[in-house]
């Protein structure tokens, strides 16, 4: 699922003059809304660790005709998303500024409070919620100033619904669901938009990183029929960019339809 389908929905070129930062762009979700956002017209700056995966979407992008900057980078460290926004702002083909911002990259964790693996809630916690935090307020305080802009955080079903198979991971959500409500209700008098996306299951790399498997995994999705993909989240986003200015869909949730839990 890729271009050919981005191209299918997104035709019209909505999104000609404006330029998105888009973290965790190297795989899943972030790859697939870069891929619609830039054949909608817009310029993209794309954020992940995994320079190769960058580079060969800025490379799929250009051969259609899009623009893409790949900038390499820990979406938990302060530094380093400072240093995006900075590249993003010294690109001239993106305009040296940014209109849409999707707060993406992040990472699962199998297990409740007491089953996950402890060793591993500090970083999960500095991806999805600090990191995620310190690039809202960033891009928050540029858009306030500048009195537009998009801000998309991809929050989960589990940030709204906690499920004790993945608890400490649905916990990172609640807080960046309680994130991105309190920005936008911070700044959205200055004509920015703040909206979270929360998918149910979504196939992609996910389920490795986290640690699922058919087990504690598969066993269950089995029983939701056919599982959301990452297109599907892009589209949702692609939608909420493309309303009038002055309708911002603040949450959306979006689940597999036989997902009956959580
Ligand atoms: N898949 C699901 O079922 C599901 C459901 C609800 C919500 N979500 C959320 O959707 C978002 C995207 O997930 P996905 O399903 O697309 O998973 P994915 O395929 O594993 O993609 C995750 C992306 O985040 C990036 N990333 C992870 N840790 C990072 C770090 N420390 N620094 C920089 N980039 C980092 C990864 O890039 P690198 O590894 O190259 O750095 C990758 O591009 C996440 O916030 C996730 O919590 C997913």
């Not at 500048?146 to 991971?169: H, L």
Request: aromatic share 6%; net charge neutral.
């Amino acid at each position: 699922m890729g271009y050919e389908r981005a191209i299918e929905r997104t035709t019209n070129h909505l999104l000609s003059d404006k330029t998105a930062v888009i973290t965790g762009a190297s795989s899943g979700i972030g790859r697939a809304t870069a891929l619609t956002l830039a054949q909608a017209g817009a310029a993209v700056v794309i954020h992940a660790r995994r320079k190769d995966r960058l580079d060969e979407l800025v490379s799929e992008i250009s051969r259609h005709g899009g623009k893409a900057l790949a900038v390499v980078g820990d979406a938990g460290i302060q530094a380093d998303i400072d240093l995006l926004l900075n590249r993003a702002l010294a690109w001239k083909e993106g305009g040296c500024k940014y209109d849409i911002a999707v707060v993406n990259a992040g990472r699962g964790l199998v297990g409740g409070i007491v089953g996950s693996d402890e060793s591993r809630w500090q970083e999960l916690y500095q991806v999805n919620v600090l990191g995620a935090a310190h690039l809202m307020r960033r891009v928050g305080q540029y858009m306030a100033q500048r009195k537009s802009g998009d801000i998309v955080t991809i929050g989960s079903v589990v940030g709204r619904n906690i499920s004790p198979f993945s608890g400490f991971y649905g916990s990172s959500k609640f807080a960046i669901a309680g994130i991105a409500e309190a920005l936008r209700r911070e700044i959205c008098m200055h004509g920015v938009r703040v909206s979270i996306v929360m998918p149910g299951i979504v196939l992609s790399e996910f389920q490795e990183v986290a640690g699922y498997n058919e087990e504690n995994f598969g066993k269950a999705a089995a029983q939701f029929g056919t599982l959301v993909e990452p297109q599907a989240i892009a589209e949702s986003i692609y939608w909420l960019l493309t309303l009038p200015p002055h309708i911002n869909i603040n949450e959306i949730m979006i689940r597999p339809t036989g997902q009956f839990y959580p």
